[in-house]
């Protein structure tokens, strides 16, 4: 059973710092391309930041400059290191993977962590 199980959530003051981890199973990652949404109440859920096999990364203009997504194939693992926190982030965190294995398509989402940025 594939399973993406995220980490890292909080409460945190406007200005800090977050890391959310993405623990993916073995049996796709290294075939996954890999990505964080986020969904504040009320609005859609919407892409951060994306990351290919083969490490070619994407960022929503909102977090360039401040958010860095990367992979760790060691640990079969992406994380989303956060900076300069607004309230505006505020929302919880979905990590995607999708791809293709064996000839088929596959497309999972995490169970989502909560990121509270205080003002």
């Known amino acids: 059973q594939v399973r993406l199980v995220e980490s890292g959530g909080g409460l945190v003051q406007a200005g800090g710092s977050l890391r959310l981890s993405c623990a993916a199973s073995?049996?796709?990652?290294?075939?996954?391309?890999m990505g964080w949404y986020r969904q504040a109440p009320g609005k859609q859920r919407d892409l951060v930041a994306s990351?290919?096999?083969?490490?070619?990364?994407n960022y929503a203009d909102s977090v360039k400059g401040r958010f860095i997504i990367s992979r760790d194939a060691d640990k079969n693992t992406v994380y989303l290191q956060m900076h300069s926190l607004a309230p505006e982030d505020t929302a919880v965190y979905y990590c995607?993977?999708?791809?293709?294995?064996?000839?088929?398509?596959?497309?999972?989402w995490g169970q989502g962590t909560q990121v509270t940025v205080s003002s």
């Open positions: 995607h993977a999708d791809g293709g294995l064996y000839g088929h398509r596959f497309d999972y």
């Open positions: 073995r049996s796709i990652f290294s075939v996954a391309n």
């Open positions: 990351i290919s096999t083969g490490g070619s990364t």
